[in-house]
């Protein structure tokens, strides 16, 4: 019969059995606790990206309200409209809502007609990517397809180049 080899290695009972993990001995080592992060992120953190584009654009249409840009100076001029004398697609948008703001939908769409209904898309975007933060389904609600954005292109350039078109003096601001 031969002896056991003295040396490095693991005594007898030392290891790791059922149950026991190595570095571990009962009594002397509690194990820790284990943190696991809450399954439920509260509710304003979540709405953390809604509410800031929030407070950034209504601090903005609070400067539009207040500030007229009927009047000369206050706001810099499109500079395509300055070099070019072409109207851009925005061209109008801070005067429509600046009447949009003050009540004035008809003044508003004569200003810009294509800024108006993008406004009030806007809204409803924010509105759901605010639903959908509560609800933990996900971020931004909008997923177009290149298909979509070119559709939304090709309005955008239908609309700059019929406004700038002596037919299309009613889209003129």
Do not use: I, K, Q
Not at 11 to 32: C, I, L, N, V
Not at 163 to 170: E, Q, S, V
């Amino acid at each position: 019969m031969r002896e056991p080899a003295s040396g490095p290695g693991p005594r007898p009972g030392s290891g790791p059995g059922p149950g026991r993990r190595p570095g571990f001995a009962p009594g002397r080592d509690a194990a820790p606790p284990v943190r696991r992060p809450s399954p439920r992120r509260p509710s304003l953190r979540r709405l953390g990206a809604p509410l800031g584009v929030a407070a950034g654009l209504g601090a903005a249409a609070a400067l539009v309200a207040a500030v007229d840009p009927n009047e000369p100076g206050h706001y810099p001029v499109c500079p395509l409209l300055r070099h070019t004398g072409l109207l851009c697609p925005a061209c109008g948008g801070l005067r429509g809502l600046h009447a949009l703001l003050h009540g004035d939908l008809a003044a508003a769409l004569r200003a810009n007609a294509l800024a108006v209904p993008g406004y009030a898309v806007f809204a409803v975007l924010w509105a759901v990517w605010c639903v959908r933060a509560v609800r933990r389904d996900g971020g931004m609600p909008l997923a177009l397809r290149p298909a979509h954005w070119w559709g939304v292109g090709l309005l955008v350039l239908a609309f700059t180049v019929v406004r700038n078109l002596p037919c299309g003096d009613f889209l003129t601001p």
